[in-house]
């Protein structure tokens, strides 16, 4: 049973012809669907109907279909049922008793074939690998706008937990763990990227609460902070209208 446009998608398909993703199905290709896929592989229906198997799936789960016992208890669906499959398949699984060729040799270092050449080595990963710098490097970070030093190789350590800013080091080094709650920031219009001019006395502990103070917006002149405050209403008005125009 197979309608004039399961045809066409067949030859299409077999052309190497794309569809349009958005595939509308038809009361004939639906027929096809219900008398073929209880008792056929999806496969060979999705072929003959020119279409994606995952199409096919997801149209048999809307309408409800299954598949039946008698086709799931054949070999036809590939399911794993000892003493039922092609003789071909029973003569090359493990029988009970058989005892697996590399049963006691340790690893690693055991290796037959190309193993050797294919087996996992030493080190850090590749993407690691590749991109490895040593103790002591350092770089600019864009985001906290100040320079980083590598500290550690440690693997037990997230990858960006491995450096840490200059400036907070040189603190450190002088004055011990920044104590909790507390950050390290450089005094006003002392910041500076070049690690080799960071110093101690460039250097202030403040309370979070007060770099907050410090940083916020109703630090600047009038009418700034309330132009701003203007800005985020604005701002929250057009995110809501576009919500409800989505």
């Not at 850090?124 to 030093?149: F, L, Q, S, W």
């Amino acid at each position: 049973m197979v309608c004039a446009k399961c045809t066409i998608h067949r030859h299409a398909r077999a052309l190497g012809l794309v569809f349009d993703d958005k595939h509308r199905w038809t009361p004939a290709e639906d027929a096809v669907l219900r008398a073929r896929y209880p008792d056929e592989q999806t496969a060979d229906i999705a072929r003959d109907l020119g279409l994606n198997i995952g199409r096919v799936y997801q149209r048999a789960g809307a309408l409800g279909l299954h598949k039946t016992e008698a086709f799931m208890a054949s070999d036809a669906a590939g399911r794993i049922q000892r003493g039922r499959q092609d003789p071909r398949m029973v003569a090359h699984q493990f029988q009970k008793g058989i005892v697996p060729a590399n049963k006691g040799l340790r690893r690693p270092g055991w290796a037959v074939g190309r193993m050797r050449e294919t087996q996992f080595k030493k080190g850090r990963p590749a993407h690691e690998a590749r991109n490895y710098v040593p103790i002591g490097t350092e770089k600019y970070d864009a985001k906290r706008k100040v320079t980083m030093r590598k500290v550690t190789d440690d693997p037990a350590v997230f990858p960006v937990m491995r450096w840490r800013p200059v400036h907070v080091l040189v603190w450190e080094a002088a004055h011990g763990p920044v104590p909790a709650g507390h950050i390290v920031v450089f005094k006003k219009g002392l910041k500076t990227l070049v690690s080799a001019d960071i110093t101690v006395d460039l250097l202030d502990l403040v309370t979070l609460a007060e770099n907050m103070r410090r940083n916020t917006y109703h630090n600047y002149p009038q009418p700034i902070p309330q132009l701003i405050q203007l800005r985020g209403a604005l701002n929250r008005k057009i995110n809501k209208r576009e919500k409800k125009q989505a």
